[in-house]
């Protein structure tokens, strides 16, 4: 039996048997001086625990933060301390609480067939005998197959394809005419969750652009379910954040219709003029987009808002060089480290390295835009060849090339998001559920304090301070582990306290029973401790076994459960049976000769 | 001092045939209510699940002037929501919980937000006049007919997933304290517990069919709760015929069984009707939203209680009667020195078989 239990059988009830039958002889005057000491020393130990633990919980619970005032010890004062101290989950406090999911599977198939065309261009485009080619992208297999008409010349084909398509982690069979590349499903794993990682990043960045307030991001429920959390607290209508996370930023490397560099850019102020150079209607291979110069934007302190920026509109050729999907990374550099002289510096992936690498080859010198949902960003003549780095250049300032790099670098969702579970609860009624808890469980507690004192009158005292004891400690415990309280964390909190109470009435009425019995009070006392401990102690051990597995296998709510739980529970064995022994000790040794105990 | 029940002797197990045919009758009321349900004709389903577990989405809406629930219904219908329950708020005059089903995405009326009922729920609404959005709330907007002070919106996959979890974990919950009380006592005492609880779940879960009060994820919280409770009641008493065990060395288990529920009453008594009395509190000031949490807790604190003494003795001794009596895993005894009463630690000895009589 652990020693903080309570128990410490064998000399203690050595003590019992010194103080409950003080008949018991002790020869030497000495040996009766050092019994005295001995059973002083274990309660002043005992005490001392106690008020060590106790003074923690207090400093714990109400002011770790700063030090205490006479205002904190008044009721107002000590409710505003435990409502600063303790977070309130969003069911309380009032927020929005959003689950989603990447579409992992859908990112998977998109990059398998990306990876297709890739695969059959580059043996196309060197005249390799491939005659055909497919994937496929269902029911966990991914894998992209090329026809060739000479078998013999596969080793070519798989040489030329490796060089332009990231192969690398896929295995590779010849059947025949057919060569196959399917994605081994641990590599599928390690590939939907690096999306929905970067999903994660992509989210993070936009939540914050969006200036919400300690919102809480992050990896939910299980790995393969491609699950992402976020909570905003404070926030009752979710549909704004809900957008702006599942804008998709379609970002596109397109050629503008433009004489090449040195002469400027053909821009025209309105989209009607935009359209007469076309000749008054749109071609499919064309797009008019609007275009916001930034370079020209001075770069005195505030940038000038973009809606009072002059509107221009250009033409660009349709189907874009590259999308941002091609994109491996985007930063801002700087060549001269002055603040207004920034380039953007990016890399492609193979795919899109060898695309653009083509495309910017035979096109030196022409002007290409980069645009981003619908809207020319930034648009920059080609100075030379680039394959799968490259620079966009114009005068950025230091914010604007690091805004354009995020942009970038977070600019596409690797897959679609969808809303699993989205709760709202308005400050008022997260409020409302509080109060009512709080007057429920208030009453509830209030008519345990009054039964207990009126049933076992004395000792009710001690069972009331165990309690207060418990509620104290657990708050503490929870703001030390600064973990959040939900409903059904009340729900725990409740069964503990359920559970202590059943603790010291387990414990009086066996000291009942064996006052009944006929025994002497000190001895009642101890056996009432040490045969209801071993109750305690199964009963205990039983629900914090299966509030562990209930945190262990569940998810929010019932973890949140299990945690207030478990930390009543282990304060109860301290507060029900350490603490309440140690009153009764100390009652006792103020009166060895008690005949009767109020009880 | 007064005293509950300190002097009793009732014959508990000789009772037990009438107590688990009250058992029965309840769960086969609940089954049938289940079942009935779940095959008549238009009518409601076996439990009435929150959008927690079933899907959907429940918003709860602020007044001024509260429309009749007809009039939201045909508001809702006339933007193309077909089904919605709507519901009055029982503690507050002013406030609608309405729930639609789960609508699909639909671009025209709500375009780029998937599976929002909430949208839907606005649209119809507004026919009443302008919702209070934002921060802005009933008070300071005197233009404003109503606001939406909260929204649950669950889709299909998460709904199922959600009851999918908290039912395994509250069976790996189970199995592990199946374990425990093995390990500290016998099998055929832990499979009473469990099966006792299982038997509180279920008639919890039959009132639930019966009255069709709503199932969300604060019930699933209230059911976990009542598995502790329970599980606490049963080893109690356990604890007590394992105490009575070696101290009784020649009686029947089936005496001793009794005597031990009899000597543990008054406990039964003060703690069991101090949770109830709680509970009741909860019932009774605890809110709408702590409803269907309370309606379980209450209950089940009154089955938990119930099923110590009906369901766990019962099959713990009557597993006994066949096996040839348990080797309940006994504690040792400590002398206190005075009569030689022996007192239990926490050691483990195997106890002499006895019968198990009547």
Known sequence: ?599 | MFEFFTNIHVDWMGKRKILIAISIFLLLAGLASAVGRQFTEGGTDAFNLGVDFQGGTVATVKFRQKPAGDEIRSALQSVGVPDSVIQDSTDKDDEVLIKVPNMGRREEECPRVDESGRCFVKKALDTFGPEAEGASTLQDNEAAAYKIVGTDSVGPVAGAQLRNQAVIATLLGLVGILLFIAFRYDWTYAAGAVIAVFHDVLITLAFFSIFQWEISLTVLAALLTLVGFSVNDSIVIFDRIRENLTLHRGQSLYDLTNSSINQTMSRTIVTNGLVFLSVLALVLFGGEVLRGFSLALFVGSITGTYSTIAIASPIAIWWQSKLGAAKVKTVRAVSTGKDGKELATASRRSVTRRPVTR
């Open chain 1, 1 to 599: 039996m652990p020693w903080w239990a309570g128990s410490q059988s064998k000399d203690h009830v050595k003590w019992v048997a010194h103080v409950g039958h003080c008949t018991v002889p002790l020869n030497a005057p000495g040996q009766k001086a050092f019994a005295l000491l001995m059973k002083n020393q274990s309660l002043l130990i005992r005490t001392g625990i106690i008020l060590f633990i106790t003074l923690a919980g207090i400093y714990l619970a109400f002011g770790p933060r700063r030090t205490p005032t006479a205002a904190d010890f008044t009721l107002t004062g000590i409710r505003n301390n435990l409502a600063e101290n303790i977070n309130l989950g969003l069911d309380l406090k009032g927020g929005s609480h959003l689950v989603m999911r990447v579409k992992t599977d859908e990112y998977l198939a998109k990059m398998t067939a990306t990876d297709e065309q890739a695969a059959l261009n580059a043996a196309q485009t060197v005249n390799l005998p491939v005659t055909g080619s497919s994937h496929v992208a269902a029911n966990g297999t991914y894998s992209v197959s090329l026809e060739l008409s000479d078998p013999a010349q596969a080793e070519a084909v798989i040489e030329e394809v490796r060089k332009k398509v990231d192969f690398t982690n896929w295995t590779q069979s010849i059947n025949g005419n057919t060569i196959t590349w399917s994605l081994p499903s641990n590599i599928q794993t390690v590939l939907k969750n690096q999306a929905v990682d970067q999903a994660h990043r992509i989210i993070e960045s936009r939540i914050n652009l969006f200036g919400v307030k300690e919102p809480t991001l992050q990896r939910h429920g299980a790995e393969s379910a491609g699950q992402i959390l976020l909570q905003m607290p404070g926030m009752d209508d979710p549909e704004r954040i809900k957008k702006t996370i599942g804008d998709q930023a379609k970002l596109y490397l397109m050629k503008i219709v433009s004489p090449a560099n040195p002469a400027p850019i053909t821009k025209y102020p309105t989209l009607e003029a935009a359209k007469q150079s076309l000749g008054g209607t749109i071609p499919a291979n064309r797009l008019i987009l609007p275009y916001t110069e930034r370079d020209a934007a001075p770069l005195a302190a505030p940038t000038p808002d973009p809606q009072t920026r002059p509107k221009e509109f250009v033409v660009v050729e349709n189907p874009p060089v590259v999308d941002g999907s091609e994109l491996r990374s985007a930063n801002a550099v700087s060549t001269t480290n002055n603040r207004d002289d920034y380039q953007i510096s990016f890399a492609f992936k193979p795919s899109g390295a060898q695309k653009f690498g083509d495309w910017t080859g035979k096109n030196i010198g022409n002007y290409m835009a980069v645009v981003l949902n619908d809207e020319v960003k930034s648009a920059a003549y080609i100075k030379s060849q680039i394959f799968d780095q490259g620079e966009i250049s114009g005068k950025f300032s230091k914010e604007t090339a690091e805004d354009l790099a995020l942009t970038l670098r977070s600019g596409a969702l690797p897959a679609q998001i969808e809303y699993q579970e989205e709760r709202t609860v308005g400050p008022s009624l997260g409020a409302d559920s509080i109060r009512a808890g709080v007057t429920a469980s208030l009453a509830g507690l209030i008519f345990i304090v009054i039964f207990m004192l009126v049933y076992y009158r004395g000792s009710g005292i001690n069972a009331v301070i165990a309690l207060i004891l418990n509620l104290l400690l657990t708050l503490a415990a929870l703001i030390v582990m600064d973990s959040t309280l939900t409903l059904p964390g009340i729900a725990g909190l409740i069964l503990g306290i359920g559970m202590a109470v059943d603790s010291n009435v387990l414990i009086f009425e066996r000291m009942r029973e064996e006052l009944r019995a006929g025994r002497e009070v000190a001895e009642a006392v101890s056996l009432g401790f040490d045969r209801a401990f071993i109750t305690i102690i199964d009963t205990h051990v039983t629900t914090i076994i299966s509030a562990i597995i209930l945190y262990l296998y569940g998810s929010g709510p019932i973890r949140g459960f299990s945690v207030t739980l478990i930390v009543g529970l282990l304060i109860n064995l301290f507060s029900a049976v350490f603490v309440s022994r140690t009153i009764f000790m100390w009652l006792l040794e103020r009166n060895p000769q008690m005949k009767k105990l109020s009880i």
